[in-house]
């Protein structure tokens, strides 16, 4: 019984990281701060783990996805990311794809 429920978490985890990159660009039309981002994601369903997002985050800004800058206005200086042009660019194809992906697997599904 471990063993399926292992591999029932191993998948629905699977599944949740293939929808990551796409809802955490979706937030990033303005900056934010990653912690701000943590807790918008969780308030949209979509929890992510802090140890989980930041290094998704280091690794789209250097695919340039990304832009980030520092605030060190505050107290606590923040790293605030925001997508870039390029990260416009693939925000909207990954967005069109999701979206007839869901079509699909919706129209699918019906036919159970």
């Known amino acids: 019984m471990g063993d ?12 949740r ?9 979706s937030q990033l039309n ?3 701060y990653g912690y701000a981002l943590v807790q918008n994601l969780e308030e949209q369903g979509m929890p992510i ?3 989980t997002l930041y290094p998704l985050l280091r690794r789209l800004e250097k695919q340039g996805l ?7 206005g505050e107290s606590k200086p923040r790293k605030y990311y925001s997508r870039t042009a ?3 660019e ?5 967005r ?15 036919g159970e």
Not at 90 to 94: D, S, T, V
């Open 30 to 32: 303005e900056k934010k």
């Open 86 to 88: 390029y990260g416009d």
């Open 4 to 15: 399926e429920r292992d591999l029932k978490q191993s998948l629905i985890q699977e599944l």
């Open 90 to 94: 693939i925000y909207l194809e990954l």
């Open 66 to 72: 990304l832009a980030s800058e520092w605030d060190v």
């Open 96 to 110: 069109s794809q999701w979206r007839t992906m869901t079509e699909s697997m919706e129209e699918m599904l019906k």
């Open 49 to 51: 783990d802090p140890n």
């Open 17 to 25: 990281r293939g929808t990551l990159i796409l809802s955490v660009l």
